[in-house]
């Protein structure tokens, strides 16, 4: 019985998960339910939350980073797991990895004050506030890229926090938040690397090409 994952068609938290598999060529099928099909089964959940992986035991698994962690030990790419096992990389690296995601999520939850906003306009302009030069995310950003590293985000291959970073900062310019320009990473050089390095990967520039060609959200990944 191969892997199965449930999330919204969205390039967002299960997507680095998605890509494991991909870069892994492990078996999976992925679900992804209408927002209003999630609303009917949110609360037969456990944390009633996306994502969850059904592992081969029929086990729920939950929490987006701990399944990204506990692929990412699974994955090998170039000869190098994707998250350290203490055997190849050293834990203070595995460490690093965790710090760098961690440090990423706190872009995510300075934007998420900006749902409460009903009034469209104002919304949009308090997002475009957060990423413009001395917003909160702006400010966060220029810490970001003075940790992150020339190609990756923290070695100098490929690990589950570059797909993770791919991730998060295409998804916040994919149209999805409201207000937050396309450029918005044009004063961050690094980071830009570092997403273009994941996307010219093979095997993940093939998968979002396809995705990219049925929805519009994927574009950004390109």
Do not use: H
């Amino acid at each position: 019985m191969p892997y199965k994952l449930t999330y919204f068609d969205l390039p967002a938290l299960a997507e680095p998960i998605r890509l494991l598999f991909i870069l892994g060529d492990i078996e999976w099928k992925n679900i992804t339910p209408t927002f209003d099909e999630w609303a009917k089964i949110k609360d037969t959940t456990k944390w009633g939350q996306l994502p969850i992986l059904t592992n081969s035991e029929n086990v729920e698994m939950t929490q987006s980073k701990s399944i990204l962690r506990y692929l990412g030990k699974k994955v090998i790419y170039d000869g190098m797991p994707l998250y350290p096992d203490g055997e190849i990389i050293n834990d203070f690296e595995a460490y690093k990895i965790d710090e760098m995601i961690d440090a990423f999520e706190d872009l995510r939850i300075l934007i998420i004050p900006t749902y409460a906003i009903i009034d469209q306009a104002e919304k949009e302009a308090a997002r475009l506030e957060l990423v413009s030069k001395d917003g909160k995310m702006y400010e966060l950003l220029k810490k970001l890229e003075k940790e992150c590293g020339d190609n990756f985000i923290v070695c100098d291959f490929l690990t589950i926090a570059d797909l993770w970073v791919y991730m998060l900062l295409n998804f916040f310019r994919c149209g999805f938040y409201d207000g937050i320009p396309n450029d918005y990473l044009s004063d961050f050089p690094k980071l830009t690397n570092v997403i273009n390095n994941v996307k010219k990967i093979p095997l993940i520039n093939k998968y979002v090409t396809e995705k990219a060609s049925k929805n519009d959200y994927y574009k950004c990944l390109l």
